[in-house]
T-cell receptor, first 115, second 114 residues
Framework: SQTIHQWPATLVQPVGSPLSLECTVE??????LYWYRQAAGRGLQLLFY??????ISSEVPQNLSASRPQDRQFILSSKKLLLSDSGFYLC??????????????FGPGTRLTVL | AQSVTQPDIHITVSEGASLELRCNYS??????LFWYVQSPGQGLQLLLK??????LVQGIKGFEAEFKRSQSSFNLRKPSVHWSDAAEYFC????????????FGAGTTVTVRA
C-alpha cells in the first residue's frame, strides 16, 4: 500500500530564516506530487505540482520554491520566510494521468509558524 | 476555470441525525468531483469521488454523494451521524483538461452534539 510522509510536523521559524519541508511517498512509482497551503479557516491553495523528476509547476507567485530531486521526494523551500508564510502545509500525491484522475492522497501536514 | 462553492461554513447536527453538506461547482464539461474530510491538525482523507456513470456514489464511513448536473451540485449525505464525524469537509473539482489539478471549496465545519 502507498504511504506519504511529511516532516517536520510542527515548525516555528523567525522571519527571514530559510525553510525546507520534505515529503516522501512509498509504494508507488512516478506519482504526481502536490504542495498545498491551508490558511486558518480557509480552503486549500495549490502552490506547486510536479509530474516527474525536475518538473515543477508553480501555481501562484510567492516567496516559496519546490524541487523534486527524486521520483518520490518533493521539497518545499524558502530562502527568507515572511510572516505571511505561516500556515498548514500539505503534501499530496496522485497516480499519474487518467489512472489517478485527480484522486489525491494527503500527508499529515506541517504546521509552520513564522514569528 | 473550475471552481467550487460550499455555501455552509458551519453546520451543527445532533448525533444520530442526518447530515447533508452542499457543494456547487463551476465547470463547462464533465467534472471529476471529490469529497474530503479533515480532522483537526490532520491531513485530508478522501471520502468518495465521482468520475462518470451512476450519479449516486458511495464512500467510506457511511457517506454518499449525488451528482446532479442540472444543478451543478454534488451534495454529501450521511443518514445517521456519529460523534466521530465532527470534522471539516471539503468538496473539490478536477478535470482532465486541467491536468487533474483540484480546486477546493472553502470547507464546511461539522459539529456533532450529543
Amino acid at each position: 500500500s502507498q504511504t506519504i510522509h511529511q516532516w517536520p510536523a510542527t515548525l516555528v521559524q523567525p522571519v527571514g530564516s530559510p525553510l525546507s519541508l520534505e515529503c516522501t511517498v512509498e509504494g508507488t512509482s512516478n506519482p504526481n506530487l502536490y504542495w498545498y497551503r491551508q490558511a486558518a479557516g480557509r480552503g486549500l491553495q495549490l502552490l506547486f505540482y510536479s509530474v516527474g523528476i525536475g518538473q515543477i509547476s508553480s501555481e501562484v507567485p510567492q516567496n516559496l520554491s519546490a524541487s523534486r530531486p527524486q521520483d518520490r521526494q518533493f521539497i518545499l523551500s524558502s530562502k527568507k520566510l515572511l510572516l505571511s508564510d505561516s500556515g498548514f502545509y500539505l503534501c499530496a500525491w496522485s497516480a499519474p494521468g487518467l489512472a489517478g484522475a485527480g484522486s489525491q492522497y494527503f500527508g499529515p501536514g506541517t504546521r509552520l509558524t513564522v514569528l | 476555470a473550475q471552481s467550487v462553492t460550499q455555501p455552509d461554513i458551519h453546520i451543527t447536527v445532533s448525533e444520530g441525525a442526518s447530515l447533508e453538506l452542499r457543494c456547487n461547482y463551476s465547470y463547462g464539461a464533465t467534472p471529476y468531483l471529490f469529497w474530503y474530510v479533515q480532522s483537526p491538525g490532520q491531513g485530508l482523507q478522501l471520502l468518495l469521488k465521482y468520475f462518470s456513470g451512476d450519479t449516486l456514489v458511495q464512500g467510506i464511513k457511511g457517506f454518499e454523494a449525488e451528482f446532479k448536473r442540472s444543478q451543478s451540485s454534488f451534495n454529501l449525505r450521511k443518514p445517521s451521524v456519529h460523534w466521530s464525524d465532527a470534522a471539516e469537509y471539503f468538496c473539490a473539482v478536477g478535470s482532465r483538461s486541467n491536468d487533474y489539478k483540484l480546486s477546493f471549496g472553502a470547507g464546511t465545519t461539522v459539529t456533532v452534539r450529543a
